[in-house]
């Protein structure tokens, strides 16, 4: 389901951040103290989907906002003290493109890892992102409108810090320049893992008895013994 920004509530400099329910346009948006657009939500294995279209070419080099940030607190990327998410960076030296970077912040220290890179994106280009983090592995894929791979990233957490407030998108508290575009159609899906499978049955006595499985496929099912199979959160 489509995530509804009009229930996020918003933070930091007027004028900069617009909303709708499916979309969030930022405008000049860069070293803007507490910037942002936050709800509470608990992640830890989960995958976001989403859109990014960046209109502006920034001015200078350096890291210019994020995007599908949870940490532990609200507001620029200097405010979780623990966080981790997508960064948007960009260099004069290749002016006519930019890039996205998994990044986290460790106890206010923000860090990048190797690999954790994409290649190079164009300015008014419309981009679709998934972003899958599977406790402290994360995966950054980009497309483009017709579902083709344009750039990949994969990082290593150096902490699985489960934050408890995502922000789709987020100022950089060191910006040295502006940028301005949006972001739409958010979908954050949390994931549970199984890694075992258990049958149930009532015996004659009344007794209900368990049994285990091989190969587990679904939630909840009946087997043909008309007994009750149900997984077990790993």
């Known amino acids: 389901m489509v995530e509804d920004f009009t229930t996020y509530t918003e933070t930091g400099s007027s004028g900069k951040i617009a909303v709708t329910s499916s979309?969030?346009?930022?405008?000049?948006?860069?070293?803007?103290?507490?910037?942002?657009?936050?709800?509470?939500?608990?992640l830890n294995i989960f995958i976001a989907?989403?859109?990014?279209?960046?209109?502006?070419?920034?001015?200078?080099?350096?890291?210019?906002?994020?995007?599908?940030?949870?940490?532990?607190?609200?507001?620029?990327?200097?405010?979780?003290?623990?966080?981790t998410g997508v960064y948007m960076s960009y260099s004069t030296t290749v002016p006519t493109i930019f890039k996205l970077g998994i990044g986290e912040r460790i106890l206010g220290t923000i860090l990048f890892g190797v690999g954790a890179t994409t290649g190079a994106l164009s300015f008014n280009t419309i981009y679709n992102i998934n972003f899958f983090k599977n406790e402290a592995d994360v995966m950054l894929t980009v497309y483009n409108t017709s579902g083709e791979i344009v750039t990949s990233a994969t990082y290593t957490l150096q902490a699985n810090i489960i934050?408890?407030?995502?922000?789709?998108?987020?100022?950089?508290?060191?910006?040295?320049?502006?940028?301005?575009?949006?972001?739409?159609?958010?979908?954050?899906?949390?994931?549970?893992?199984?890694?075992?499978?258990l049958a149930l049955r009532k015996l004659p006595s009344g007794e209900l008895a368990l049994r285990t499985l091989p190969n587990p496929e679904v939630a909840m099912r009946t087997l043909p013994s008309s007994e009750l199979a149900v997984k077990v959160r790993k």
């Open 23 to 42: 979309r969030i346009t930022f405008t000049n948006l860069g070293n803007d103290n507490d910037t942002c657009m936050y709800k509470s939500m608990a």
């Open 49 to 83: 989907n989403y859109t990014l279209y960046v209109t502006e070419v920034p001015a200078s080099s350096g890291v210019l906002l994020g995007t599908c940030v949870c940490g532990d607190d609200y507001g620029d990327s200097y405010d979780p003290n623990n966080a």
């Open 163 to 197: 934050g408890t407030y995502f922000m789709p998108i987020q100022a950089h508290a060191t910006a040295t320049t502006e940028t301005s575009g949006y972001v739409e159609n958010f979908t954050v899906d949390e994931l549970n893992f199984f890694d075992e499978e």
